[in-house]
């Protein structure tokens, strides 16, 4: 931190991305604020077993992990707010973050505020998460071998979703509450193509239903007759989308119509120079967390570069990427 109060680097968000860009900014010596909500971690503390991220032969408990990432960044001296912002004035620098009446002033941010999945809302969704609800098929389905599952949503990600699954369930139903798909054609077409998977439509999943362990049947009801009926599944994939969490940052920063940010192709940088997006805030195609981790290192060599040429080391800013990228 500078005399004056004002940081090099503000990191808003604690997950995959926002501890990655921490560990990075802080063994740059920029000594960064992790300001990373008070529901820290991201969609990997609603996870289970992570099976697919490179380390972790034996597979790792999603919030372990995150404690884990969380502490790396620690030993190198990312401090950390462990609370919500509420508000950000990016008009000028040094940029202005507000966590209640709290001020925080930084020359650099880096966004990696993540994606929510969109929930269902219905009974026995939220106690079954990570025992049987899941949001993440690359995630989960090697979890699902010869089983049968019910994936629900009507878009691509939901035919994307039930196919994939097809490589390791027995059987794949398709939930959809009307009788016609947002898909694209060529998507719901390999998808009716495909033996292992079914569809019922005009239906909505009512109820999740399980025991102290896993669930075992979701209770669905029809939308033409409003009619009950249990169906078995041993695991319950919801791919009705994702919502980006930059309410925040709208009428200051570049976003698509859905709300992702928007940054410079090849690089973190948003229409605001200091400020970068990093992770799920702008990815909404592979949503992974070795790709957000991927990011977060992108915005903290991003936020250095940018900082090395203002305090006038253009050199320093030149090579240090290099020389990080020798270390890993």
Excluded at 14 to 26: E, F, I, K, R, S
Excluded at 104 to 126: C, D, F, M, N, P
Excluded at 254 to 268: C, I, K, N, Q, R
Aim: proline share 4%; net charge negative; with cysteine.
């Amino acid at each position: 931190m500078e005399e004056n109060g004002v940081r090099d680097v503000i990191v808003i968000g604690g997950g995959p991305a926002g501890y990655t860009a921490a560990l990075y900014a802080a063994r740059a010596n920029l000594h960064p604020l992790v300001i990373e909500g008070f529901q820290w971690g991201g969609q990997l503390m609603i996870t289970s077993d992570v099976e697919n991220y490179p380390g972790y032969p034996d597979g790792v408990l999603g919030p372990t992990m995150m404690e884990e990432f969380r502490r790396q960044a620690g030993r190198f001296g990312a401090e950390f707010v462990t609370d919500d912002v509420t508000r950000v004035d990016l008009s000028e620098r040094p940029f202005k973050v507000w966590v209640g009446d709290e001020l925080y002033t930084a020359e650099a941010v880096i966004v990696a505020t993540g994606a929510s999945a969109r929930k269902l809302g219905v009974r026995g969704e939220r106690e079954y998460q990570g025992r049987g609800v899941t949001y993440c098929a690359v995630c989960d389905a090697a979890f699902y071998p010869d089983k049968d599952v019910v994936v629900v949503g009507g878009g691509d990600s939901a035919m994307e979703e039930a196919l994939f699954l097809t490589k390791f369930a027995r059987k794949v139903t398709i939930v959809h509450r009307r009788d016609e798909f947002r898909a694209s054609p060529i998507m719901v077409d390999r998808a009716r193509a495909n033996d292992k998977i079914e569809f019922v439509l005009n239906a909505v999943v009512e109820d999740v239903v399980g025991d102290e362990r896993s669930i075992n049947e979701v209770r669905l009801r029809s939308t033409v007759d409003d009619s009950t009926w249990e169906l078995p599944a041993d695991g319950l994939f919801v791919a009705i989308g994702h919502d980006p969490n930059t309410s925040l940052f709208l009428d200051q920063l570049d976003h698509d119509e859905a709300g992702y940010l928007v940054t410079e192709p090849g690089s973190t940088r948003t229409n605001v120079e200091g400020v970068f997006a990093v992770g799920d805030v702008v990815d909404h195609t592979y949503r992974q967390a070795i790709t957000a981790a991927g990011s977060g290192c992108m915005g903290a060599l991003d936020a250095e570069r940018f900082l090395s040429e203002r305090h006038g080391h253009p050199e320093a800013a030149l090579t240090a990427p290099r020389a990080e990228a020798a270390e890993v």
